[in-house]
């Protein structure tokens, strides 16, 4: 029980951090076309892994929409590492589908869970 407390009272330290940046309007124009690219990135692998569970009843490997999406615009206009991450949040967020479906069918939890769906569109800064 002790151990369990000491867990939750260093999640509660993480915060997040503010940044107060200028307004200007290459700045401007910059964040949001990085964020409509990520935006558009994470549309695009939520799509591919739909319609591959939705043949086939599988979910997509950790490092499919790496491997699919290379080529894609999208994923070149963004830093490597960005992308990637994105791509793996498509992934980790199929495998909770798919361990909460497994709950759900072993009367674990009452609720049926929902595929993935896309984002909504970007509001601009």
């Not at 076309?33 to 997509?60: M, P, V």
């Not at 490092?63 to 830093?79: G, M």
Request: hydrophobic residues 35%; charged residues 25%; positive net charge.
């Amino acid at each position: 029980m002790i151990l369990w407390l000491f867990r939750t009272q260093i999640k509660a330290m993480y915060g997040c951090q503010k940044n107060l940046i200028n307004r200007d309007d290459n700045l401007k124009a910059i964040l949001e076309f990085i964020c409509s690219e990520s935006h558009k990135l994470t549309n695009c692998g939520i799509d591919y892994a739909r319609q591959i569970y939705f043949k086939t009843r599988k979910i997509i490997g950790k490092y499919d929409l790496e491997v699919e999406y290379k080529a894609n615009k999208h994923y070149q206009a963004l830093y490597s590492q960005a992308t990637q991450q994105i791509l793996r949040s498509v992934f980790e967020s199929f495998k909770s589908f798919q361990e909460l479906t497994k709950l759900y069918f072993q009367c674990q939890i009452e609720n049926k869970p929902k595929v993935p769906t896309y984002r909504k569109k970007v509001v601009c800064l």
